[in-house]
């Protein structure tokens, strides 16, 4: 009876790494038949223990005796519902069992199966494994069906998918979840959600991020929870690929002036699907381009490889897509993915909208990223927009696109801009209509208040500036020329600032003014109006001009220096000329 047994394991054909092709008919056979091929992963729990233990011979031991027990027991366990078509050692101490059933099969079915299997072999290796006497020796495993679409691929993705279920425990919780999540891939069951980003000087749509979400009332329902699932099995292109094609199954509800922004992940960014002209047949189905297409290149992961990163971004702007770089501001690379990219649009992460508009060190960093957009041609796009305290700080700073719940939440379909945001929208707009159609009062243009100040070559030394403060103690102020244009500005307080300290006379006295005037003083002609002028002297720094005087340059008499915004309080005369005053 025993001899008769052992002919029928040795039935059972051993297969290595190189018959994949054999394996693949092998497959392809079941299939044709109807058949449910199910691969089951094994693996030998700590082995590598083993062998630090109890040494290299007796970690062998342990694995020839495993690998002598599997064939019947794997026929023990799995022939109860099926058949084993064939037996594969992958490496070490890992194998995998191909096995057939009938459609008929469901998950718990294997479940139980993979419980029974791993029953028999712990007992099996532990009662010809005596040497090991501290504890017993545990077993691993996994399943992954092989659906027989794309047999070699699905035979190495099977076996991927296996691992990660086998390393939490057939009967825990996380395998079960990990088996879910498989399954929602295979059988793609992503929905995507759109949230509109709005052009906010008019509320019109510029366009929709498209944003992924799992099965209501799932595990995997937020994004978080499905990327993070994506991460820990290592498939994050494939659930990428899957939120791309279902994003694009919506391309038909755009109109020609709208664009759909999806995410990139920079690990996936080399997706044949993008590449290889089958959107571009889809955007010309319904009468779009690929300019109405915007990549939205996310942070959260660095940029490893620059040059080959930039190689395939330039190949999907030379098919004419669009790129953004998301979440800039909070990610490992912001600036650095900004120059080397050079995005069509930025969108600011929300962690630097958030409270804008009682925060001013995020206010002067968002005029600086708008001022940045204005000078390399790209738009700024404001994330995460929640009040209209932080809308209304955006448009006062210069932003001119922005999403967030206060502007609309993500929805099924293409929602356009919710009602409150709408009416705020509104009502500035006519705020704007009405103050440009007011008629403008004459305004007194710069020569009605100029007056003429002291001015110097750029050579002379610091020493004649400072007998010239000394000797007239009414100015604020000496003009620096080079060839009689004004080239710089020496204030009084700037001055005495420097000479006061410790070694400011050592230093600079004998030294040519040029090395300490300011070179960016506030120019305006004498043609240029006063409220014009005096609003770009409301956005100068206050560290470059503090209590300036109106001055005519001498030599130079179409030229003024203006004071900032701290300092444009009040004018008032004295003996004909004017000078500006601070209120206290």
Not at 488 to 496: E, Q
Request: aromatic share 10%.
């Amino acid at each position: 009876m025993l001899s008769t047994l052992m002919k029928r394991f040795r039935r059972i054909p051993y297969i290595s790494l190189d018959k994949r092709q054999w394996m693949k008919a092998m497959i392809r056979q079941e299939v044709e038949r109807e058949k449910k091929v199910v691969m089951f992963y094994i693996d030998i729990v700590k082995l590598t223990e083993v062998e630090n233990r109890y040494g290299d011979t007796s970690a062998k031991r342990v694995l020839h005796i495993f690998e002598s027990i599997l064939p019947a027991v794997a026929r023990q366990a799995f022939e109860i519902k099926g058949r084993i078509i064939a037996i594969q050692k992958l490496w070490g101490d890992d194998f995998a069992i191909y096995t057939s059933f009938s459609k008929m099969m469901s998950e718990e079915d294997c479940q139980m199966l993979s419980i029974h299997f791993q029953e028999l072999a712990e007992r099996q290796l532990n009662r010809q494994v005596s040497f090991v006497n501290r504890e017993e020796l545990r077993v691993h495993i996994g399943y992954a069906e092989i659906i027989g679409e794309d047999i070699v691929k699905e035979m190495y993705t099977s076996v991927k998918h296996a691992v990660h279920m086998a390393k939490y425990g057939i009967t825990s919780e996380k395998y079960t979840n990990i088996r879910q999540f498989h399954k929602l891939l295979a059988e793609e069951n992503v929905q995507m959600h759109f949230m509109p980003i709005i052009h906010l000087p008019n509320g019109e749509a510029l366009g929709w991020e498209a944003l992924a979400r799992g099965p209501v009332n799932s595990l995997f329902a937020t994004p978080a929870a499905l990327f993070n699932y994506a991460q820990e099995t290592d498939t994050v292109f494939r659930l990428e690929h899957i939120c791309r094609k279902r994003a694009l199954e919506h391309i038909s509800y755009l109109k020609p002036h709208e664009k759909l922004f999806i995410n990139l992940d920079p690990r996936a960014i080399d997706d044949p699907f993008l590449l290889r002209g089958k959107v571009q047949m889809l955007l010309a189905e319904y009468e779009l381009t690929p300019q109405n297409i915007v990549f939205e290149i996310t942070e959260r992961h660095a940029i490893t490889n620059y040059t080959a990163f930039r190689k395939i971004i330039e190949e999907y702007r030379k098919q004419g897509y669009m790129i953004a770089v998301d979440d800039a501001g909070a990610g490992y690379s912001s600036l650095e993915s900004i120059t080397e990219i050079y995005p069509d649009f930025i969108k600011l992460d929300m962690s630097l909208i958030r409270n804008i508009d009682v925060d001013p060190i995020k206010q002067a960093l968002l005029e600086t990223f708008v001022s940045f957009a204005d000078k390399v041609n790209c738009k700024i796009i404001a994330e995460g927009i929640e009040t209209e305290r932080e809308l209304e700080t955006l448009m006062e700073v210069g932003v001119i696109y922005g999403q967030g719940y206060y502007l609309g939440k993500p929805d099924k379909g293409m929602a356009q801009l919710c009602g409150t945001a709408m009416n705020f929208l509104r009502i500035t707009m006519e705020k704007r209509i009405e103050q440009e159609a007011k008629p403008m009062l004459p305004t007194p243009a710069m020569t009605e208040i100029l007056a003429k100040t002291i001015s110097v070559e750029k050579h002379v030394k610091v020493r004649r500036i400072h007998e010239i403060f000394e000797q007239n103690q009414r100015i604020e102020s000496v003009v620096v020329l080079e060839n009689s244009i004004p080239v710089g500005l020496v204030m009084r307080f700037s001055l005495y600032q420097i000479l006061g300290g410790q070694y400011g006379i050592a230093l600079y006295y004998e030294r040519p003014v040029s090395q300490i005037m300011n070179t960016n003083p506030l120019k305006a002609t004498k043609d240029d109006k006063l409220d014009e002028v005096a609003k770009r002297a409301m956005a100068r720094d206050a560290y470059h001009c503090m209590m300036w005087s109106l001055s005519l340059m001498r030599m130079a008499s179409t030229s003024v220096s203006l004071p900032c915004r701290s300092c444009w309080t009040k004018w008032l005369p004295s003996n004909s000329s004017w000078r500006a005053l601070p209120i206290r």
